[in-house]
């Protein structure tokens, strides 16, 4: 796969919103992407590679479920839901965080991974790492090993790849 094109591609249809839903927050809008079909099945496809065995996909609330369904298919894997607080109908494991304009808690329910359990955790955007890291520590909790994250978009001047201690693949890194 030409990962560069495909990086290039995607760049072309995310879309940038200022002050969302902050001020002083540049959103990055992936709704253009996501109504491109083949280019869609293209990323799915780029975040499905190289991972090995996978039992479970979590997707991280609420882009991250998009790419986590379309994933679990090409990878014969299940899916798990990371969801904000108070948002899962049954029994959870929580962890609070901090965001890069807040605070925020991530919830899975606690029957949703197994000991040892091979998971790929995936979003559309790394930030400053803090839901990622959250995210982490409840698979661990679960007893799941982390194989990695798949990110489409890595806001790389906020670092927060340096807060995960485990393989991070982003297919469009922006710089400043």
């Known amino acids: 796969m030409d ?3 495909l990086a290039a591609d995607v760049s072309a249809r995310i879309r940038d919103i200022p002050d969302f839903p902050k001020p002083g927050i540049l959103f990055k809008d992936i709704t253009p992407m996501l109504a491109d079909p083949p ?3 293209r990323v799915l496809d780029w975040l499905a ?13 609420s882009r991250g479920f998009i790419f986590g369904a379309g994933l679990v298919e090409r990878l014969g894997a299940g899916l798990v839901l990371a969801r904000k607080a108070g948002k899962l109908p049954w029994a959870t494991v929580a962890v609070d965080y901090g965001l890069e304009y807040g605070a925020a808690c991530l ?3 606690t029957d949703s991974i197994r000991q040892g359990q091979r998971v790929l955790i995936v979003d559309d955007l790394l ?5 990622a890291a959250a995210a ?4 661990r909790r679960l007893g799941g ?6 990110f489409v978009i890595e806001l790389a001047f906020l670092d927060g790849r340096s807060r ?13």
């Open 164 to 176: 995960l201690d485990v393989p991070v693949r982003s297919l469009l890194t922006v710089p400043d």
């Open 127 to 131: 930030a400053t790492g803090g839901t």
């Open 136 to 139: 982490v520590d409840l698979v």
């Open 39 to 41: 280019l869609f099945g």
């Open 3 to 5: 990962t560069a094109r």
């Open 145 to 150: 090993e982390v194989v990695g994250f798949g």
């Open 107 to 109: 919830e899975m329910h």
């Open 49 to 61: 590679a190289d991972w090995g065995p996978v039992d479970l996909v979590v997707g991280i609330e």
